[in-house]
């Protein structure tokens, strides 16, 4: 009788992938895509990152990769590709974010004509799923976005075809937002996201843009 196994023999690499997501499976400990300004630190630390945002000088905003853990974020480098596959690690991070369940808040204050969804670890990384982000849409009655993730664990939404005192007034609250670092939530970018369909399309920088009075 033949001893041989049918089927494709798994790689070390495909083995290492799948160890971690069977450790983390049950825990808390899950790979998840970290959205990160250009000029984050861990980028010359050899971080595996992607370019959401990629401008003639270089990155604007990146996407990190990060184990989730009791204590802090523990980084993907390029080390891990000795061992792990990019694209293995992307399909279980991005599968992860889609199963972090946060919801969005009508702002009354808006006269709910304004959307949060803040104050969990991968708020601002849930811009990057699209069914969370066609709830939004669908709340909002409108077909093209303004989103502005200034800071992690943090999201505000708004439509993009919104009065010129609304819009005005959602400015300053990603200007405040962007400012204020006194929750100690690590910055992404002082920019605002254009969104159709649930999905990126561009991106308003805002660093050089001032309000009438």
Known sequence: MSGTLYGKEKTEKEIEIE?????????????????????WVG?????????????????????????DTP????????????NMDL???????????GNYETEFT???????KLLTSSGHDFSSERILSNSHMLKAHAMLDAEDLLVSVPRRSC??????????????????????????DSYGNAPIANILFTMKEGHITGHIALDNITRDE
Do not use: C
């Open 43 to 67: 980028l010359k630390a050899g971080a595996l990152n992607s370019n959401l945002i990629k401008s003639e000088a270089g990155p604007k905003v990146v996407i990190a990769y990060g184990i």
């Open 106 to 112: 009508y702002s009354k204050a808006f006269q709910n």
């Open 155 to 180: 999201m505000m939404v708004i439509s993009r075809d919104s009065d010129e005192e609304l819009l005005g007034a959602f400015l300053d609250m990603h200007k405040n937002a962007w400012e204020d």
């Open 71 to 82: 204590d802090n974020f523990v980084f993907l480098t390029q080390k891990h590709l000795e």
């Open 87 to 97: 694209k293995q690690i992307t399909n279980e991070a991005f599968r992860n974010l």
């Open 19 to 39: 160890k971690i997501i069977e450790e983390t499976k049950n825990s808390d400990q899950k790979i998840y895509p970290i959205l990160k300004p250009g000029n």
